[in-house]
């Protein structure tokens, strides 16, 4: 009986506490909504990869070579090229490979055993999208693999011996005016996610934090003796918001620093397939080398504007709460708001343009990668656009939490009756 | 004329959210050097009053000035006059009691003179070597202690307090007051505090101003009180008034 108590008792605590119900219903939106975006970045992926079209620069000569690639190219639906301006073909396709010379000659000696095929791949921005743009070499790998097994069986009746030869690609990848070995670009998407995650784990938590450690020094009741203190309401403000930025920088650091160790612990070299000979994982040397010293200071800048973005925005939130429940209500929405533009942007892409540069920047989470794509690129003057738009929130942002410390309701707490909750007394 | 009383308060108004009014034309003054005590029941503005003149929250409409100083306009120039005490104030847990004081008290003063405010608050603490230990482990009446003598020891010239001896027990009540009148009587601090403990005011104040739904509905010494209610103490003049008041 008592137990029957206890447990009415407790299930009722959580059911009224507007934190979990806001959980739930953002738990369900959130990935209701994850799972569309990824649906339908999916399809776009397999349309792309369905309907890209190949440019082929086409070095050899002979006749062997030629059928292969019509026989590809039917395979395909018609959507090979013959090209012969890497540049001009890069612009239209997006994908340009080239025929070696020594192709047929290759493919007939009983001393060659792989072939490989040098390959250019353009992308605009790292995306599901663009990963499937490489994958499009995969393909086209196996159907000239095929190709070249059906023609050499049926209609020159060579030896079967010779259908034993590898195919593979030296891709690189353009990005901007940067070329990328593929492992490199492997590397630095894989990466690039990583630190794109914890960036938005370090900047989600720096808000929840400011809004936490608030709402604690309410419920400890040393908030109001300390706004009687003669000191101006933008001193604590300013307090808050750097002690929160240096406490999530260590945090963040000590991410980093075991996202690190965990990428060096890893295996040295990637594993061979048709589109990436073995070749050294230089990891984050890679990603160091590309984006440079420049690149690095640049993200820093970033990280730490973000943190001061979101410790602003915590302190803003964390004046509006009473106590720790209406932190947690407070907390959800821009945990999953800030985790949610993470994955946003790495299903669809950061494209690189004005618009997304001035988002990104107001949007803040999402700014240290998009900065080392833009550096990557050579668009300075969105890094330019993005630090401005991300500044003008961040100056914004603190502006509006020294206001509202000022205000009558940093001191009472915003409270949510049922009345306006539910719709009902 | 503001600069003639402590605290000078007139048609005072504040109003919440939904229309829910906390005062409604609240008007009463306090002399300087005197100890003057708000009481009335509970909800009827009392923290709301004082959160005003500690320039907390703003008054929706009306005058209060604290030493001829208008507490709206210049609020920085008040939190240098005056201290407050809120309701149940507590102290960061995680901090000892030592770096608490310290903390505070380096909000208000620099160098010598705040070596010396320190080891007073210290002194009124009364935490003996428990003042180097953790605040979490302190009890609710060593906290409110705790708190009070930060706010003592900065001398203000106006100290507000909010039910200053709430949840104390008779032994530290005891303290407490004889510590509000010492800082009253020695160092000339006027002092505002609110409080449920008809002993206490008594105790502790020269006049009183008796506040019900956000007015004050009887001011004066406690005796012209008891005389003009023919009542024994501050209680029954309490009882009858509010009675009264709410007929």
Request: hydrophobic share 50%; proline share 3%; charged share 20%.
């Amino acid at each position: 009986m008592a137990f029957k108590h206890i447990l009415m008792r407790e299930i009722k605590a959580f059911i009224k506490n507007p934190a979990f119900i806001l959980m739930i219903v953002l738990m369900v939106v959130f990935y209701g909504g994850l799972g569309q975006l990824f649906s339908h970045a999916s399809q776009e992926a397999v349309k792309e990869a369905l309907t890209q079209n190949i440019g082929i620069i086409l070095l050899d000569e002979n006749d062997l070579a030629k059928e292969i690639l019509i026989y590809a190219n039917k395979t395909l639906g018609g959507r090979i090229f013959c090209v012969s301006n890497m540049s001009d073909a890069l612009n239209k396709y997006g994908i340009v490979i080239i025929i070696p010379e020594n192709f047929t000659e290759s493919l007939l000696s009983n001393k060659t055993f792989v072939i490989s095929f040098n390959s250019t791949v353009a992308i605009d921005r790292f995306s599901l999208t663009a990963s499937a743009k490489t994958a499009i070499l995969e393909i086209f790998i196996n159907t000239i693999q095929d190709a070249y097994r059906n023609i050499i069986i049926s209609k020159y009746g060579l030896d079967p011996s010779l259908l034993n030869k590898k195919l593979t690609s030296n891709t690189i990848v353009k990005i901007g005016e940067n070329y990328l070995s593929m492992g490199e670009f492997n590397t630095i998407a894989s990466i690039g996610m990583s630190f794109l995650m914890i960036l938005a784990i370090v900047i989600a938590i720096n808000a929840s934090n400011a809004v936490n450690f608030m709402a604690i020094e309410k419920v400890e009741k040393a908030f109001e003796l300390l706004l009687a203190q003669p000191i101006p309401r933008r001193t604590i403000v300013l307090g808050k918001l750097v002690a929160s930025v240096i406490a999530s920088i260590i945090m963040g650091g000590a991410y980093i620093i075991g996202l690190l160790l965990m990428i060096g612990g890893m295996s040295s070299e990637f594993p061979a397939t048709s589109t990436s000979v073995s070749e050294p994982n230089s990891g984050v040397n890679a990603l160091i080398q590309l984006i440079g010293t420049n690149g690095i200071i640049l993200m820093a800048v970033s990280l730490v504007l973000g943190l001061i973005y979101t410790g602003a925005l915590g302190i803003i939130l964390g004046s509006l709460v009473s106590d720790q429940r209406m932190a947690g209500v407070m907390v959800a929405p821009v945990m999953f708001l800030f985790m949610g533009l993470a994955f946003t942007s790495f299903i669809m892409g950061l494209e690189l343009n004005t618009i997304t540069s001035i988002w990104v920047g107001a949007t803040i989470v999402n700014l240290p990668i998009y900065i080392v794509y833009a550096l990557m690129s050579g668009s300075y003057e969105l890094i330019l656009v993005a630090y401005g738009s991300a500044a003008i929130c961040t100056i914004t942002l603190i502006g509006l939490a020294v206001w509202i410390f000022n205000k009558d309701i940093v001191v009472l707490g915003l409270r949510f009756e049922k009345k306006s909750l539910l719709g009902r007394k | 004329m503001y600069d003639n009383y402590a605290v000078y308060v007139e048609n005072l108004v504040k109003i919440y959210g939904k229309g829910n009014v906390g005062i409604d034309g609240l008007s009463f003054t306090i002399n300087p050097g005197e100890v003057y005590g708000l009481i009335g029941p509970n909800g009827s503005g009392k923290t709301t009053t004082l959160r005003i003149l500690a320039t907390l929250i703003k008054p929706t409409s009306g005058k209060a000035f604290i030493f001829g100083v208008d507490v709206t306009k210049d609020p920085l120039r008040i939190r240098k006059m005056i201290n407050y005490l809120p309701e149940e104030a507590g102290a960061y847990r995680d901090l000892t009691g030592m770096d608490f004081i310290k903390f505070m008290l380096a909000l208000r003063f620099r160098g010598e003179e705040l070596n010396k405010a320190i080891d007073e608050a210290v002194q009124i603490s009364d935490l003996g070597p428990k003042v180097f230990k953790p605040i979490r482990g302190y009890s609710k009446g060593m906290k409110r202690i705790l708190a009070l003598s930060v706010v003592l020891a900065s001398k203000p010239k106006l100290l507000i307090l909010d039910e200053p001896t709430t949840g104390l027990d008779v032994e530290k009540s005891l303290y407490v007051r004889n510590l509000i009148r010492k800082y009253n009587q020695e160092y000339g601090v006027t002092v505002l505090l609110s409080s449920h403990n008809m002993l206490e005011v008594e105790y502790l104040c020269q006049r009183v101003g008796m506040i019900y739904k956000g007015r004050i509905i009887a001011e004066g010494s406690i005796e012209d009180l008891k005389t003009k209610t023919n009542s024994r103490n501050l209680e029954e003049v309490f009882i009858k008034i509010t009675r009264e008041a709410s007929y």
